[in-house]
């Protein structure tokens, strides 16, 4: 094992580089600590252009950063037996079910479909309400959750003699990147690199599909029970919306979501809307409708006028990436570029089945109260 002084060492200079990071409106790809040695593993993203390389998307250079996943590497090798694994969220459950990585413990879906390798393994909880007695009791190596979840959930993980990361599921580059440091980790090298040779292959041939068209502007909103906020680029959902070219008329703030009036929204004068859900799609859709009717703004809006107000199915458009998003971005191509009266059509066809799905989701009912508190607050 790793002599402590060493972690902590390890741990002030990658806690320095994450707070340099920071200062600079950079976000992190895994984030890897354990209770009493607090490694952290930060990487600078930077501006995800629309023709950057996928080798300038993906590529890991920092040394510092290297030398924790390293370090990580090094403690998963050195245990007798391979590491016990708990998920806490779908997406997280997903890449690790592609890695070939056991679990002894994983999360409670009440919307997305959990990979058949791990129904039956015990279940911990939802993504941001996880149940700390029942992960304690399975006594796990390894914790993995998104990133977006990293200040609510690591003082819970904090407290058991764990080791943890948190992915950085806010785009699919940075889905990617979390991948080949799993892969480095947990000795998955071949299967992280059959993934990214895949997203490879997808990017290469899509980053130019828009390439010379007219920006839209796009305004994109994350519906919570009874509210929303303002979802920037460094959310997934609008990580989506610029892969796929739009200018999202909230970016460029460092941030993932910005709480705005509408009156602000007003100023941006977006060509489209976009109405996603953090949660409780089934409760969202009818906030979003009863609002957009009821507050006499959004009649003034060009989007609204033109009839250009759409809504996101949760399955593809939630708050991580998912391997799903060449769906997602062929449901947001004839909405961003509509170039026919056909094109106009799918896309109101897709809002409807969003909301459609949302509605037949139950997810209200499927959702326990401890979420539901944790949702709604």
Known sequence: MMNKNVQRRLWLILALLAMALAASSLTGCVDQNRGDSNETIT??????????????????????EKAAVEAAKKKVAA???????????????????????????????????????????????????????????LNPDWILSPASLQADQQPKYEAIDTDWAFLNLR????MYRSIQELGEIFDRKEEAQKMVDEFT?????????????????VLVLMGLPGSYIIATENSYVG???????????YAGTGQEFLTVN????????????LRAAHALPDQVVEMFKEDFETNDIWKHFDAVKEDRVYDLTYELFGMSATFRYPEALEVLQPMLYPESKEDQKKAKKNSEKATKAAKDSEATEKTDEETLKETTK
């Open 43 to 64: 990487e600078a993203e930077g501006s995800e252009a629309d023709h950057e390389s996928t080798t300038t998307l993906l590529e890991i250079d920092d040394p510092q």
């Open 79 to 137: 245990m007798d037996e391979e590491p016990r694994i708990v998920a806490t969220s779908a997406a997280t459950a997903d890449i690790c079910d592609r890695l070939n990585l056991d679990l002894v413990g994983i999360c409670k879906a009440t919307i997305s479909d959990l990979p058949k390798e791990y129904q039956d393994l015990p279940q911990v909880g939802t993504a941001m309400a996880p149940d700390m007695e029942i992960v304690a009791s």
């Open 171 to 174: 785009s699919v580059p940075g």
């Open 201 to 217: 292959e997808f990017y290469d041939e899509y980053r130019d599909n828009n390439a010379g068209k007219e920006k839209p502007k």
């Open 239 to 249: 990580s989506l919306v610029e892969l796929a070219g739009g200018e999202n008329v």
């Open 262 to 273: 509408t009156e602000d929204m007003k100023t941006k004068e977006p060509d489209v809307i």
